[in-house]
């Protein structure tokens, strides 16, 4: 192909931005909710304005959730003190005066870890998915959760908390589209590390001194929250092959999330299948046809994505790859996931692909590592770092930018002449 047809030429960041400028101040899009149709709409008519027939389908049974006001306080032992909080995607709310209880520890709320706790009026704390639980056994692969159990052993509300270390709100999903049977709030990683440390007794007592009986932990939480009967919406755009129209290649992106704007879990990634759709479509037909598609439900468990799947039927051996993007334009990596576990399954990518990927990402001057995880039940990941050009090579592609604010910056485009 010559440079001048090359469709990767037209892909730029200001382009790909200017989505995500439109798609942040619709956040939420929680899945089901008027928010992600204006999303969908939004992402419908950039593909029809690209020439490409495009297609809503309504996905049923999700049901439209919206978050308001979340608190959380701790009541002792000790201080009164206010943990930063926000309302778990499809929690039920509280009744408006809050709920006080004792918290109990309810590790990664499987059903082995609630045996022998006395579940009854209390607030249950949970570890994030992977998370190093209290006792230092490290989970493997997702946890299944047992909210269900929890509700018929009279636990009242659920504590959820970040992964990650820094004050950030990224609190796992607890149901799927029908929300959680309980209220559910979600802290930090450093409040839930202060409530596990209040569990654990770990706050200093003058020495020779040991409380008689362990101290409980006593939370008031409260939760805001509407939900009714909703649907989401897939958008589906078609570039029709010219060689082999019948085989399909996917580019698939979730629209949805659950909480905030979005911008990079996953406007960006919406962002990146829109200007890749207006490159291509510019172009002479591709060999084999091309979907779009963006996708509704992914925060309640890839829900348009398995709808969309189950719609295909008797067709879906025309898929002849799928690529997902999901939450890039975020830190200073990209992860190519080769290996993940999926409904309790190890799912891996044909080498087929992966040898496609490594060739281009060096053509477009990244290298790959794998990154050393360390259980095989882990999703193992490679991990593009970039490289310098060698002397004399333009890229193609521009890295795409790390940070909103860098994305602010005038992008230097591809295929402008000056360009290093
Ligand atoms: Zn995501």
Redesign the pocket.
């Known amino acids: 192909m010559s440079e001048q047809g090359d469709p990767r030429g037209l892909i730029t960041a200001q382009g790909a931005f200017a989505h995500v400028k439109q798609l942040t101040p619709l956040g939420p899009r929680v899945a089901g909710t008027p928010r992600e149709k204006q999303a969908a709409d939004y992402i419908a008519e950039q593909f029809a304005s690209f020439g490409l027939p495009v297609v809503q389908q309504p996905v049923p049974d999700i049901v439209a959730w919206e978050g308001g006001e979340a608190r959380l306080r701790i009541l002792g032992p000790g201080d009164v003190e206010e943990l930063t909080a926000c309302p778990v995607l499809g929690s039920v709310p509280t009744p408006p005066e809050g709920i006080e209880a004792e918290l109990v520890y309810g590790g990664r709320g499987m059903l082995a870890d609630y045996e022998g706790l006395d579940l009854a009026g209390k607030v249950i704390l949970h570890d994030p998915p992977r998370a190093r639980t209290l006792d230092n056994r490290c989970g493997a692969g997702e946890p299944q959760r047992a909210l269900g159990t929890a509700v018929e052993r009279g636990a009242v509300g659920v504590i959820e908390y970040a992964r990650l270390p820094g004050h950030i709100l990224q609190v796992p999903c607890l149901a799927g589209p029908e929300g959680t049977p309980l209220p559910a709030v979600g802290t930090t990683y450093e409040g839930g590390l202060r409530l596990k440390e209040l569990l654990q007794q770990w706050y200093a007592t003058p020495a020779g001194i040991a409380a008689e009986a362990p101290l409980p932990v006593k939370v008031w939480m409260k939760v805001e929250a509407r939900r009714e009967a909703g649907e989401g919406t897939n958008v589906i755009a078609t570039l029709k092959g010219g060689e082999l129209p019948r085989e399909r290649i996917l580019l698939v992106a ?1 629209h949805d ?1 659950a909480f905030g704007p979005g911008a990079c ?2 406007a960006a ?1 919406v962002a990146i299948v829109l200007e890749v759709a207006r490159a291509l479509a510019q172009g002479p037909p591709p060999r084999r046809t091309v979907q779009f598609l963006t996708v509704t439900g ?2 309640y468990g890839s829900v348009g994505s398995g709808y969309f799947v189950s719609e295909l039927a008797e067709v879906i051996e025309d898929v002849k790859a799928c690529i997902v993007l ?2 890039v334009g975020s830190g200073n990596k990209y992860y190519y996931i080769t290996t993940s576990v999926f409904a309790g399954e190890v799912v891996e990518n044909s080498s087929w692909l992966n040898q496609v990927l490594s060739e281009q990402a060096a053509d477009l001057g990244y290298h790959l590592e794998p990154t050393g995880l360390p259980s095989g039940a882990h999703p193992a990941r490679i991990c593009l770092r970039r490289r310098p050009l060698p002397p004399g090579r333009r890229p193609h592609l521009l890295p795409l930018p790390l940070h909103l604010h860098e994305l602010a910056l005038p992008p230097h485009l591809p295929g402008r002449s000056g360009h290093h």
């Open positions: 979730h999330n879990d996953n990634s992914e925060e999901d939450i």
